[in-house]
């Protein structure tokens, strides 16, 4: 029998995996590249996710060190959400899905 291995942290593909893993991670580094926001601002901008998964993504996200969770000394808190700088190295990454993306765009216009 075959022994169970643990390639996170070992294999590049299965650790960048992991990190992003998750259907919004990558719509969420979007948005924070572009500015910090907060919560409720996250949360307009994917209207399809819900509150609990936002949370997730977001407590995900912080633990993989991808992004920087602010919480302000006031009352009502003020948490705002920006990149890290491990986070700013994926956006060459982020860029290049951008350029697939219109690109296969532009093949599924044409194959119809």
């Not at 190295?89 to 899905?97: A, C, R, S, Y």
Request: glycine share 6%; with cysteine; hydrophobic share 40%.
């Amino acid at each position: 029998m075959e022994k169970n291995i643990n390639l996170f942290g070992v294999c590049p593909y299965v650790t960048v995996q992991k990190v992003f893993s998750g259907k919004w991670a990558i719509l969420i580094i979007f948005y924070l590249h572009q500015e910090t926001l907060r919560f409720g601002e996250l949360q307009r901008r994917l209207p399809e996710i819900t509150q609990s998964t936002l949370t997730k993504q977001l407590r995900s996200l912080e633990e993989q060190g991808m992004i920087i969770r602010h919480v302000y000394p006031e009352i009502p808190p003020k948490v705002e959400y920006s990149l890290s700088d491990l986070g700013k190295e994926f956006i060459p990454v982020l860029t290049q899905f951008q350029v697939f993306g219109n690109k296969y765009i532009t093949y599924l216009n044409e194959k119809n």
